[in-house]
Every structure is written in structure tokens, then in C-alpha cells.
């Protein structure tokens, strides 16, 4: 088994759409070992999305993951970094196959609905920046 860790970012979630996509993750097989809302603040978004800091689209993107509330999960499954990227779909909404939550709830390369780890090392990172061992059950 691998865990994984994804966001639900500020449209999706001001949308209305967390509920839908937590029904996806369940009906493609996954475990939900995490999860909880939060609102982000910058600073805390900055810290989040470090690796990015020197890429032009850094302040739009911490402004707009810090600009309402959001939902950080870790889930769980066989391949589940794979799988949970496969299910989300291509960063670019617009590039994103039908029936990937992107497709369906994303707005745009910013407002992509989604964040998923791309590998392990980034979902050990990306988990322990939000979660205790003790809130993984
Ligand atoms: P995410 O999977 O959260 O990882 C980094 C995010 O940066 C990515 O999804 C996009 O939402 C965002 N991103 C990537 N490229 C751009 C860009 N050119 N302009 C704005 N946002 C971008």
C-alpha cells in the first residue's frame, strides 16, 4: 500500500464540488487515512509550494490557494500516487481527459480543482507539512 497526499484548492471547495470529488476518491478504491479544511494563509501556502518560488506563476498561485478554504487529504491505495494522478487528470484543465476531476471541476491552470504529490519523496513532504502521524488512522 501507498499513501499519497491532494488538496481540494479554493474553487472546487467554494464550488461545492468537495463532496463529489470525495465520492470519486471512494468509488476509484481509495482509503481517506486524512483529512481536514483549512484556510490557508500565505506564509503557510508559500511554505507549501516551495519547490515553485522562483517560477513566475508563485505569487498567483499562493494568493489563490490562500484566498478560501480548502481540504488536505491522505490517501491511501495500491500505486496511490499514480492512481490519485490519474484520477485528477492533466495539470491544464483544458488539456484534461474526460471523466478526471479536472476536466469536470477545474477552471484553469491556476483554479485546477486539485493538487496531487508527484512522487514519494514529495508525498512524505507534502503529508508530514500537514498531518502528525497521529491523525493518520
Ligand atoms: P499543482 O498540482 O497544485 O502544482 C503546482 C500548481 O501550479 C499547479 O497545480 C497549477 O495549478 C499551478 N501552475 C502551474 N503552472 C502555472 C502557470 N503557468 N500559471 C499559473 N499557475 C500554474
Redesign the pocket.
Known amino acids: 500500500m501507498e499513501r499519497t497526499f491532494g488538496i481540494i484548492k479554493p474553487n472546487a471547495f467554494a464550488d461545492g464540488n468537495s463532496g463529489k470529488i470525495i465520492s470519486r476518491i471512494y468509488e476509484e478504491g481509495f482509503k481517506i487515512v486524512g483529512l481536514k479544511k483549512l484556510y490557508l494563509s500565505k506564509v503557510e501556502a508559500e511554505g507549501f509550494?516551495y519547490v515553485?518560488k522562483d517560477r513566475p506563476?508563485f505569487d498567483?498561485?499562493t494568493e489563490f490557494m490562500s484566498s478560501g478554504p480548502c481540504v488536505v487529504m491522505v490517501l491511501e491505495a495500491e500505486n496511490a500516487i499514480q492512481k490519485w494522478r490519474d484520477l485528477m487528470g492533466a495539470?491544464n484543465p483544458a488539456e484534461a481527459a474526460e471523466g478526471t476531476l479536472r476536466k469536470e471541476f477545474g477552471a484553469s491552470?491556476?483554479e485546477?480543482a486539485t493538487?496531487?504529490s508527484d512522487a514519494p519523496e514529495t508525498a512524505a513532504f507534502e503529508i508530514g507539512y500537514f498531518f502528525s502521524g497521529l491523525e493518520l488512522l
Request: aromatic share 18%; charged share 10%; no cysteine.
Open positions: 509550494y515553485h506563476f498567483e498561485l495539470t491552470l491556476g485546477n493538487h496531487g
